[in-house]
């Protein structure tokens, strides 16, 4: 798959793992599909290189969507709290 099929697929894999794990996210929803598109990568290589599938298995898209939540939850985790405004009301 070219880079812009995984940057595509990446896309809708991190709309998913958005969908999956609803909530506020510190960066909002373009941060979240960056991650779910990097999480996708991740996830898909990973797959194909401990040898659980091939390429065009379907079983690739729930990898990669694994992927895109751990990165998705791991970046949760490490940003803290969503920030909700300012307290002051200034």
Same mark, same amino acid.
């Given at each position: 798959?070219?880079?812009l099929g995984?940057?595509?697929f990446g896309l809708v894999?991190?709309?998913v793992a958005?969908?999956?794990m609803p909530g506020r996210d510190p960066g909002g929803m373009i941060v979240t599909i960056l991650l779910g598109i990097g999480g996708a990568l991740v996830g898909g @290589? !990973?797959?194909r290189m401990l040898g659980?599938?091939?390429?065009a298995d379907p079983v690739? @898209? !729930?990898?990669?969507?694994m992927g895109a939540i751990l990165v998705v939850f791991v970046f949760r985790k490490l940003s803290g709290p969503?920030?909700?405004g300012l307290k002051d009301g200034s």
């Open positions: 798959m070219s880079i995984w940057i595509l894999v991190g709309v958005k969908l999956l @290589f !990973l797959g659980w599938y091939e390429e690739g @898209f !729930l990898m990669a969507v969503p920030r909700v």
